[in-house]
């Protein structure tokens, strides 16, 4: 044990990097800065529709958290970061989005978010597909607000309130994700 930790002392000691996490060919970046904030990795991993591999999902934040509701908790700036692993369709972004959103578990704490959340399907009007091996981004930048960011341009004007930011990350990590394991391993929670 004391050799292991002198091992990793002297790594460390000598400026030598850790080895990047990849997940499927996908390196996943660990911190990330967003808005002149540092952001570590909470948790990260693949969607899978049936037998195949969809995308590579990753959240990070500003501060650590493991349950939903400590990660909804974090003041400070939040990002979930998606790559495709297949080609899809912007349109299909947008209804798994709208599906998502007006589907049962977000009824109650939507409801007042309606007008911000209907926008959301627009957020895609400009962009016709997202090819394999591109990134998606949904950040929450406090005094900005939400920003969807596809092949590095955002997607219209940011949702003020951060409860939009909650809602959409809730498709991911919320009571009714569509992966579990997905919604695990994004928590940190890896088998």
Request: aromatic letters at 6%; hydrophobic letters at 45%; charged letters at 20%.
């Amino acid at each position: 044990m004391q050799a292991t930790t002198a091992l990793l002392s002297l790594v460390c000691a000598l400026g030598v990097a850790a080895k990047p996490l990849e997940i499927s060919g996908v390196q996943v970046d660990d911190p990330v800065s967003l808005h002149g904030a540092t952001l570590q990795l909470i948790g990260a991993g693949i969607r899978f529709k049936t037998v195949f591999k969809v995308y590579v999902a990753a959240l990070y934040a500003d501060q650590k958290a493991v349950t939903p509701e400590g990660i909804y908790a974090v003041p400070g700036p939040k990002r979930l970061a998606i790559t495709l692993l297949r080609d899809i369709d912007s349109d299909e972004i947008a209804k798994t989005f709208a599906k998502a959103i007006n589907g049962p578990a977000f009824k109650g704490e939507a409801a007042r978010l309606i007008p911000e959340l209907s926008k959301i399907e627009r957020t895609f009007e400009g962009t016709r597909k997202l090819l394999a091996g591109e990134t998606m981004t949904i950040d929450w930048v406090p005094g900005t607000g939400t920003v969807i960011t596809v092949k590095g341009q955002a997607q219209g004007a940011p949702f003020n309130d951060v409860e939009v930011f909650n809602v959409l990350l809730g498709i991911w990590i919320g009571p009714s994700a569509a992966d579990w394991k997905l919604r695990d391993a994004l928590l940190g929670k890896m088998p």
